[in-house]
Each structure stands twice: as structure tokens, then as C-alpha cells.
């Protein structure tokens, strides 16, 4: 085994962390107590590449691999970009773009990708519904192919990006007896009669990040906007699960490392009893134990980002044992890193209590804690690992 | 980046678990329970075996044998074993890495030369009553030769080992002794009996005016031999506690098939599905962190004492954890005393202590951390 980065790697990943201190840290705090998307970071992260990264170079990309987008979604955490800012990057990037540009014809790329790659356009993915999370064949929101149309009626919720989206990648039934065969995939513009969205969803953390239901009411599109062909969709949702397993997750190890430095100066800045806390064990042992887990964390998922990058295929243990890891147990040393600041910890001053907050999505998100168990499980029910 | 073991590597595994048959496993077993003769005769009759594949050279001196990280790549293979034996053997392999890399006379490569064939017990005496911080064990020099004093603690392997390698020092010098354990002068205490790890042996080694020839003791002032054992015996740790870890759950698992509760097996219960499925998941962590901690040292990562730390405290502490997950899900017939979890259980703890001070360990981690930020 070798966990070595190019260090063509690197020197991006060091080029992100800076721009990202730079252009859009002075702007987190104003927009996350506010709850507001920063479009003017989201445009900046457009013009340095970040947002279409992996796409190649004729399509607005630089034809990236999946580890440099990992690492350029770790810098950003960890220069202190907030949760939401990255995860509306990831929704837009790795669920809905991605998804156009592996599955989609010709001509839904070339309209699609250079816009959202540049950040043009925004897009979101909707999967999730109000009466049907992880268990995806339970969903109801129907596509009825008339003439050349398809006809989509339904709705889905929680859906990042939702409210700012110029292009929603929409997954549907289209033979509603055929379970997990019968989910078909396609792509809805802003605007298009009958597709509305509902009002924003006031959530705990990730607060810039607009998050709300879709509606689909006779919403009528066209065939050629159908991804891929009829029956594939959940076979690209699960694709798509395995970005928001690797590449939405890194962002939270870089915050790990953002707290960690944080905490260091904290400690050696904060005075009792007549010295620093920095030389106190209790505080000394919680910043050892936040390194510790986010070592831990690492290796296991840049093995995602690798998997990919060596073209292999569904890599499901993998990344459901990487989010249940990150996702699950980063909240302790995160609360731990709120209680070393003490009363400035509970306030918006050193950002701490936003990554906390930011962070309690992980287990929720892309599949509860509880969901990554069942996979975990039943691929082990195949034979000891 | 790759996550792949090598080919060489896979080979050298499908090899080492060959060796480990049904006689085998039994004579490992026994070891559990075996006075010091049994010991050393079975440690030495299944070292043979292994000094046969490319495993037991691997990574023992910079030049000629190969990588630690395809070492360690493997390591689990035995470890998950027997906890004691692979500890017992990787004791051996340390004292001989550290022998080939800091002294060089024709009695050295003799000694090699058994190592090489697996015909070499040895040990390596660090801690002293005080702990894990600088050996008061002292030297004195005496014209062309030295005198030794002092004691060591809980060494492994020492009962059964043909030579120990002891750290000393000479006011602000630190000096690597290479001791005869039959020797006058040195003194074994009786075996100490300890919970785990029942098939490797600790005493206590005293030193009373020890007299050693020139070129037994070798100067390793300002040199990185001390950071290099401390990490290699972190790395050793993780490894053991890896296999621990293997072990814990496949005993889980297999108990989680074949128990049926109310008709059907404990596995169809969503509860302990979830368990097993923590387990995994800490058990992949620990591999993937342990592993990347070898690779860290091998490859000059600035990093590479502190990962070396991680590693060693959350492969012990998980070992711990799943070992005890382990038991809990398989009732009293885990905690007999005769089971294999059970032994894990023990073996779990006594990793837990062997050689890292968790404790002090955490604390480097954070003074390096506070310093770097």
C-alpha cells in the first residue's frame, strides 16, 4: 500500500487552501449567521475551477481525478469555508453535473456542463421524498412518457440547492410496477411550467446552503431530456451515492484539521490559574484525540476517491464504511473542540459551534448512520471480510 | 496512492496462511499455558517455518531487505493468530533490525545468520520502573571495555531470549548494549504472570556491574535509534492489535451464523447486524491507519512519529473495544475462560500496555501539535 499525493496534488490542494482564505473565509461569517447562499464566493469558485474540476477541459474542466477533487473539498474545509458553501459545491458538482456528464446524450452535456462547470448555472439533485429517504424504490413521484414528452408529477424533498437551482437532475418512476428497474432519471430546467419549489428550510447547520422541497405538478419535458435511458436511474443514484460518500465527506475532514489549528491557539492564547490551558492534559488529550480520529479518518475515505480513480466499479463497503466512520464519530472530538473554547465555543466568534452544527449533517445526510449499517452489514452477510 | 497490497505481498500471505494448520494453531494454544522450556522450544520451531518466506527478512536492515510497509502488509496474518507469538517473534525482528543497523563485528553477523534462519530468540530492554522516558540503566567505560548497572522492566521475550539489546546511558550519552543473558552479572527475575499475552514472556532484567567488550556497545547519541524503536514498537503494537481486532470479529461473526435464538440466528436481529457492522468499520479504520503509519516511516513523512502514535493508541483502544463487543454479543460462552475471545479479550489489554504509554503518547501528539500551530 502507498498513501502518497502527487505533488502535482498537493500544490493544487495548497493553491485551494489559499484562494479559499483569501476570496471566501472573510465572507462565511456575515452569510452563514444570516443564512444566506454566497453567490459571490459560489462565482468565485467557479472562475478558480473548483466547480467542474473533474470535467475534461472541452467541457469547462481541467479532467481532473477524483483524488484532486477530494483534496481541493478538504482545503476548503480546512482553510474554514463553512459546511454549506461545500455541500451546495457538492450537490451541484458530484450529483447533478456528474451525473449529466457520465449518463447523459451529447447534446445534454454540451448544453449542461460548461455552465455548470463555469457556475453559470446551478444545479440540485432530487432523490429524496417526503415518504421516501434511503428506501428509493418506495418513491412516488411519477414520469409519464407522452409522445415525445414526459409528463413528471410528485415531489421531493430536503433537496440541496433546491431554491437557487437553474437545472434540477430529477429521479422518477417511469414503470411504477418494476421497483428499483422502473427509476428513471431527467433533467428539469428552472422555469419549466409546473415545476415549482417550496419555501426554504430553516435547518440547524449548513445554513447557506438553500435546502427545500420540489414540486412537480404536470410538469411537461421533453424526452431528449431523459439521462441515460429508461429504468437506469437508480443505477446512477447509486453512483452518485458513492460521491456523497467520498468527496461531500472531505470537506469535514478538512474542517477537522481547521479545528485542530484553532484549538492549538486557542489553548496557547486562553489564560487560567495563572498559565496557558494549553498546559493543562484535559485540554492537551482532546487535542490529541481530534488528530488521532481525523488520521484515522483519512485513509479510509481517500480509498473511495482512489477505487474511482482505478475505474472500479460500485464500491459500497468502502464508502459505507468511510461515512459511517467520518460521519458518526467525528461529532465528538467536534463537541470536545467546542468545550475547549469554553463560553467562546457556544458563540459565533471562533466559528467552532458552526462546524459542530455544520458537521451533525454527516450522520443524516446521503444516508443515514443506520442505512450505512444495513449496507455494511448485508455485504458482510456475503462472508467475513 | 494505492490501496492494493502487492503482488509480492499477496503471495507472502497466501504462504504464511498456509503454515498456520490445525497442529499449528494447536501448538500456538498451548503456548498460552507452556513453562519457559515449552516456550522457547515451540517459538523457535514455528520461527523456522516462517524464516523461510520472505516475511521474516523483510525491512530488517536498510540495504538489502526489502520494504516494512509489504512487512506490515502481512504482519496480520500472524498476528491474528496469536497475539503472543506474533509479539514474541516481531520482538525478535526489532532486536535483530536494530542489531544490523547500529553495530557491526563478525559476532554480529553470526547472530544475523541465525536470525536469518530463524534459529534466534531476542529481545530488546527499554522501560525501566521510572517508564518510557530515558533508561536510567547506566554504563560506565573501563579502558577498553564497560561496565553495566542497573534494571529493566517487564521485557519481553527475555526469558527465552539467547541475547537482549538494552538501552543505557553515560551521563548525557545513550548508549545500545548488546548483553548475553547468561552472563554473570545479569539477573532474570522469575517470569511476571499476566492477565493476556500468556504465551509471551516478561521478566525483569538486573544488571550488576555488567562487564561488556568494546564492541558490544555502540554509541547512539544524537542519533534517531531511540525514535526508530519507539516507532517500529508503536507499529508492532498496531499490528497486534489489528489481528486482535480480525480476530474479535470473526469469532463474532461465526458465533452471530451459528447461534440460534427463538429459531432463527442471532444475525437476523438488526441489532447485532449493526454491531458487527461498527465492528468492520472500526476494524477497517485501524488496518488502513496502522498500515499507513509504516508507510509514513518508511517513506521520511515528516509525520511519521505522531501517525506512528495515532496508530498505536486507536488500534490499542479499538482493540479493546471490539474484543469486548465481541464478548458481550457471545454471552457466557465468550466469557469463558477458555474461549478465543476471551484470550483476545486479555490479550486486547495487555497490548493496551505493553510497551506504549497511551498516555504519554497522547501527550507528545498534543505538544507537537501545540508547537506546529
Redesign the interface.
Known amino acids: 500500500?502507498?498513501?502518497?499525493?502527487t505533488e502535482e496534488q498537493l500544490l493544487f490542494k495548497d493553491q485551494v487552501l489559499k484562494f479559499a482564505r483569501k476570496e471566501i473565509v472573510p465572507r462565511v461569517q456575515e452569510h452563514e449567521l444570516a443564512a444566506k447562499f454566497d453567490f459571490e464566493s459560489w462565482k468565485k469558485l467557479g472562475e478558480f475551477g473548483i466547480l467542474g474540476l473533474h470535467f475534461p477541459e472541452e467541457f469547462g474542466g481541467s479532467g481532473a481525478d477524483v483524488?484532486t477533487c477530494m483534496l481541493a473539498a478538504e482545503a476548503l474545509g480546512e482553510a474554514g469555508v463553512d459546511g454549506g458553501l461545500t455541500l451546495s459545491y457538492g450537490a451541484h458538482t458530484f450529483l447533478c453535473a456528474d451525473t449529466i456528464f457520465q449518463h447523459g446524450s451529447d447534446e445534454l452535456k454540451k448544453k449542461y456542463i460548461p455552465k455548470l462547470a463555469s457556475g453559470e448555472w446551478i444545479g440540485c439533485m432530487g432523490l429524496t421524498e417526503p415518504g421516501a429517504g434511503s428506501d428509493v424504490a418506495s418513491m412516488r413521484t411519477k414520469a409519464e412518457k407522452q409522445g415525445d414528452n414526459y409528463v413528471l408529477n410528485g415531489s421531493k424533498m430536503f433537496i440541496t440547492n433546491g431554491q437557487i437551482a437553474d437545472v434540477a437532475l430529477v429521479y422518477a418512476k417511469t414503470d411504477t410496477k418494476a421497483g428499483h428497474a422502473g427509476i428513471s432519471a431527467f433533467v428539469v430546467d428552472k422555469g419549466t411550467p409546473g415545476f415549482s419549489v417550496g419555501k426554504k428550510l430553516n435547518k440547524m447547520g449548513v445554513r447557506t446552503s438553500p435546502t427545500c422541497e420540489l414540486v412537480f405538478e404536470d410538469c411537461v419535458i421533453p424526452k431528449e431530456n431523459l439521462v441515460g435511458f429508461e429504468g437506469a436511474g437508480f443505477l446512477m443514484s447509486m453512483q452518485t451515492v458513492e460521491w456523497d460518500r467520498s468527496a461531500l465527506l472531505t470537506p469535514l475532514l478538512g474542517s477537522m484539521q481547521f479545528v485542530?489549528?484553532r484549538c492549538?491557539?486557542y489553548?496557547?492564547e486562553r489564560e487560567q490559574f495563572g498559565r496557558p490551558i494549553?498546559d493543562f492534559?484535559a485540554?492537551?488529550?482532546k487535542?490529541?484525540?481530534m488528530?488521532?480520529f481525523m488520521?484515522?479518518?483519512?485513509?479510509?475515505v481517500?480509498?473511495i476517491g482512489?477505487?474511482k480513480d482505478q475505474g472500479r466499479g460500485l464500491n459500497h463497503l468502502e464508502a459505507a464504511?468511510a461515512k459511517?466512520?467520518l460521519a458518526d464519530w467525528s461529532l465528538e472530538p467536534l463537541n470536545d473542540a467546542v468545550i475547549l473554547f469554553g463560553g467562546y465555543g457556544y458563540c459565533h466568534e471562533y466559528d467552532i459551534e458552526r462546524v459542530l452544527r455544520d458537521s451533525r449533517l454527516a450522520p443524516i445526510g446521503g444516508g443515514t448512520s443506520?442505512i450505512?449499517?444495513?449496507i455494511?452489514?448485508k455485504l458482510?452477510?456475503g462472508g467475513?471480510? | 496512492m494505492n490501496f492494493d497490497l502487492k503482488t509480492q505481498e499477496k503471495e507472502i500471505k497466501a504462504t504464511i496462511e498456509t503454515l498456520f494448520g490445525e497442529a499449528e494453531l494447536e501448538a500456538l494454544a498451548a503456548m498460552e499455558s507452556t513453562a519457559i522450556a515449552g516456550l522457547r522450544k515451540t517459538t523457535l520451531q514455528l520461527q523456522r517455518a516462517l524464516a523461510k518466506t520472505a516475511w521474516w527478512t523483510l525491512g530488517i536492515s536498510d540495504e538489502t531487505e526489502g520494504s516494512i510497509t509489504s512487512m506490515f502488509a502481512v504482519d496480520t496474518a500472524v498476528a491474528k493468530v496469536s497475539a503472543s507469538f506474533y509479539l514474541a517473534l516481531q520482538n525478535t525482528r526489532l532486536f535483530s533490525s536494530l542489531l544490523a543497523n547500529n553495530f557491526k563485528s563478525s559476532t554480529i553477523e553470526t547472530i544475523l545468520k541465525n536470525y536469518r534462519a530463524g534459529e534466534l530468540i531476542g529481545a530488546v530492554a527499554f522501560s525501566e520502573d521510572s517508564g518510557q522516558s530515558l533508561p536510567e540503566t547506566s554504563l560506565e567505560q573501563d579502558s577498553d571495555s564497560f561496565r553495566l548497572s542497573g534494571q529493566k522492566s517487564y521485557v519481553a521475550n527475555s526469558a527465552i531470549a539467547d541475547f537482549i539489546l538494552v538501552f543505557a546511558k553515560d551521563g548525557e550519552k545513550q548508549f545500545l548494549c548488546l548483553v548475553d543473558p547468561k552472563a554473570t552479572g545479569v539477573m532474570r527475575t522469575a517470569r511476571i504472570d499476566t492477565l493476556g499475552l500468556k504465551g509471551l514472556t516478561y521478566t525483569n532484567l538486573v544488571f550488576d556491574q555488567l562487564e561488556l567488550a568494546g564492541d558490544m556497545v555502540v554509541d547512539i547519541s544524537g542519533s534517531k535509534t531511540e525514535q526508530y524503536y519507539k516507532m517500529h514498537l508503536n507499529l508492532i503494537l498496531s499490528a497486534a492489535a489489528t489481528g486482535v481486532m480480525q480476530n474479535s470479529l470473526k469469532q463474532a461473526q461465526t458465533h452471530a451464523r451459528a447461534y440460534l435464538k427463538n429459531g432463527k440466528p442471532l444475525m437476523a436481529k438488526q441489532g447485532i447486524r449493526f454491531e458487527l457492522a461498527e465492528m468492520l468499520t472500526l476494524l477497517q479504520g485501524s488496518e488502513l491507519l496502522a498500515q499507513r503509519a509504516v508507510w509514513s516511516l518508511e517513506s521520511g513523512d515528516f509525520e511519521a512519529l505522531t501517525i506512528s502514535q495515532c496508530a498505536a493508541i486507536f488500534t490499542c483502544k479499538q482493540a479493546e473495544n471490539l474484543s469486548s463487543k465481541a464478548m458481550q454479543l457471545m454471552t457466557t460462552e465468550g466469557y469463558t475462560s477458555d474461549s478465543l475471545i476471551a484470550r483476545a479479550f486479555n490479550d486486547a489489554k495487555g497490548i493496551s500496555i505493553a510497551g506504549a504509554d497511551i498516555h504519554e503518547s497522547t501527550m507528545e501528539i498534543a505538544n507537537t501539535l501545540l508547537e506546529r500551530y
Open positions: 500500500m502507498e498513501f502518497s499525493f483524488v485542530i489549528e492549538c491557539r489553548a496557547k494549553a492534559e485540554i492537551k488529550e487535542i490529541a484525540k488528530k488521532i488520521e484515522a479518518a483519512k485513509p479510509l481517500y480509498r482512489w477505487c464504511v459511517l466512520f443506520d450505512q449499517k444495513m455494511i452489514s458482510m452477510e467475513a471480510k
